[in-house]
């Protein structure tokens, strides 16, 4: 049961910071680094591996070694399709179905995204722009959805965690759009908080579409 457990914390991990962007595509995954890192044994790394294998996360290297899947065109295109049918959908159920709870719960999350930019904690502020969403869909009170998304592997669009002016005003306007959906939900006003989280998406898309050209 504690391999099966280290395993686990292993894999939640590496996924986190993958599909939060904290670990760039094309970076190789070294088996004794993340060990040592994680506190696990190399065999819950080698597990971990072979899984986000699986759930195309990590590809092989020619010569061997596990790296970061990177991003095409025609996958930036896709995940943005697939995050506008699962999460609008999810704005729509959640206009009816949000608490009070919830709502606070997620304006929490946008205080905790804020704090962290400010702070020049840009990781953080990437695990709190993954849970945002994830919390979304929560809030949508249907759990096929919910799972659904979280099995679909969907990575956050982001830039490589490095300070720029280009980076800290993507941060700005991420906040920003967040707090907006929140503000909608609370409103019940779904058409601008889907309108907001389209214009999310496209931006989101865009900015990493540039940075392949």
């Not at 294998?53 to 399709?81: H, M, N």
């Not at 799972?147 to 490095?162: A, M, R, V």
């Not at 700005?172 to 389209?198: C, G, Q």
Request: glycine share 4%; charged share 30%.
């Amino acid at each position: 049961m504690k391999n099966e457990s280290l395993a686990l914390k292993a894999y939640t991990e590496i996924r986190q910071k993958i599909l939060s962007s904290q670990i760039a595509p094309k970076t190789r995954l070294k088996e004794e680094f993340w060990a040592k890192k994680l506190s696990v044994s190399r065999m819950a790394i080698r597990e971990t591996l072979t899984r986000l294998l699986g759930e195309q996360l990590v590809t092989l290297g020619p010569k061997g070694g596990y790296f970061v899947s990177s991003l095409t065109p025609a996958d930036i295109a896709e995940i943005r399709e697939l995050r506008e049918i699962l999460e609008l959908g999810a704005l729509r159920l959640a206009r009816e179905k949000i608490s009070r709870e919830q709502i606070s719960q997620l304006e929490k999350i946008c205080d905790d995204f804020t704090s962290m930019v400010r702070r020049g904690y840009f990781a953080g502020a990437c695990e709190a722009d993954l849970k945002f969403h994830e919390t979304l869909l929560e809030c949508a009170g249907n759990k096929r959805l919910y799972h659904t998304y979280i099995n679909s592997h969907i990575p956050l669009f982001h830039q490589q965690l490095t300070k720029n002016n280009q980076f800290e005003n993507d941060y700005e306007l991420t906040d920003k759009e967040h707090r907006a959906i929140v503000k909608a939900l609370k409103e019940k006003n779904a058409a601008t908080a889907e309108k907001v989280m389209r214009a999310h998406f496209l931006r989101g898309a865009a900015m990493i579409d540039a940075e392949l050209h």
